[in-house]
Nanobody, 120 residues
């Protein structure tokens, strides 16, 4: 059974940084994707970034390009999301999700979420 557990959220001032971690387990195939998604109050869940296990290909939504970096440590079964130059509009609950096909809001496996609040 696939399990994902997020950590690293918190309160940060605008312009600050946070690193989120997603510890995962249970994938039995070599190809899988781990994505970061976020949902702000009153808004739909949206994709933030994604990484492919087999070749490390990464994807980012336009609004976070140049500020966020996704990475994978396969030895530790952990995916990281380094978030720099944070803005108030980055405030949301962040979820990591896993799938054996691709990253989307329809991913099969989800973590419980971690709150990120950007405020002065």
């Amino acid at each position: 059974q696939v399990q994902l557990v997020e950590s690293g959220g918190g309160l940060v001032q605008p312009g600050g940084s946070l690193r989120l971690s997603c510890a995962y387990s249970g994938f039995t195939l070599d190809y899988y994707t781990i994505g970061w998604f976020r949902q702000a109050p009153g808004k739909e869940r949206e994709g933030v970034s994604c990484i492919v296990s087999s070749d490390g290909t990464t994807y980012y939504r336009d609004s976070v390009k140049g500020r966020f970096t996704i990475s994978m440590n396969s030895a530790k079964n952990t995916v990281y999301l380094q978030m720099n130059s944070l803005k108030a509009e980055d405030t949301a609950v962040y979820y990591c999700a896993g799938d054996n096909v691709g990253c989307s809001t329809a991913s099969d496996y989800w973590g419980q979420g971690t709150q990120v609040t950007v405020s002065s």
